[in-house]
């Protein structure tokens, strides 16, 4: 597929792109577009794969992710590397975000910056895993009659010694990076008035071949997560419309789906 011809990536123009949650089918066409005509593609560090697999064989690619609270790229040094490279007027400069740029990705700083230093940009939204997580656990984040409000949260501003965590008047609370913290979010939410019965899944590396899905109560959070080993990249759903999980489960489904579709004529 070719891109409009006035669409068509230009020299010096750094190009912030939505990766999406990990499954490649849920790329955008501009993102894919982009990546194909990337000659640098600087990364997150949970940008599949498979996704750079995707990319120009002939592109460079620089890994500037975040691990945890490990080895870890500092902002700054990210914002001066895409300044850098897009100067070099050769270069098609991609920053390959997971999920969406502007949902907890940092992309307005980097925008920002490149803003500051007069390096044009373009913003390509993806596929955020607050809504593709739960969409592949069969998991609704609103359901007519159960749940007609979702908020989308952090968990990095749970933990004990920073900043309170905000909960917001939603039916259905969804937390990104807040496996480390589930303690003090199941203390917090509680505290903001949800009943502790209410259910919670918790999706791990959702999209992907090795999505994992456990459900319990918000009392029992911790401790799901404790004793199955789950753990980052994971989105925490907290709500009624986890109990719709059993009935809309497909994705753990597919084979037999792909063995039923097989024998159709």
Known sequence: MHADPDSQPSSGTVFLVGAGPGDPGLLTVRALELIQQATLVLHDH???A????????RARLISVGKVGHGSRTEQSAIERQLIAHARDRRNIVVRLKGGD????????????A??????RFEIVPGVSSALAAPAYAGIPVTLRGVATSV????GHCAHPDGPPLHIPLADTIVVLMGVTNARAIRDRVIAAGRSPDTPVAVIEWGTCPAQRVEVATLATLPELIAHSGLGAPAVIVIGETVRARPNLDWFRSQDRLAELLSVVP
């Open 46 to 48: 949970l940008v599949s």
């Open 50 to 57: 498979a996704i750079l697999a995707r990319c120009s064989p």
């Open 101 to 112: 740029p502007l949902l907890f990705g940092r992309g307005a700083e980097e925008a920002s």
């Open 114 to 119: 490149l803003r500051a230093a007069g390096i």
């Open 151 to 154: 908020a989308v949260v952090t």
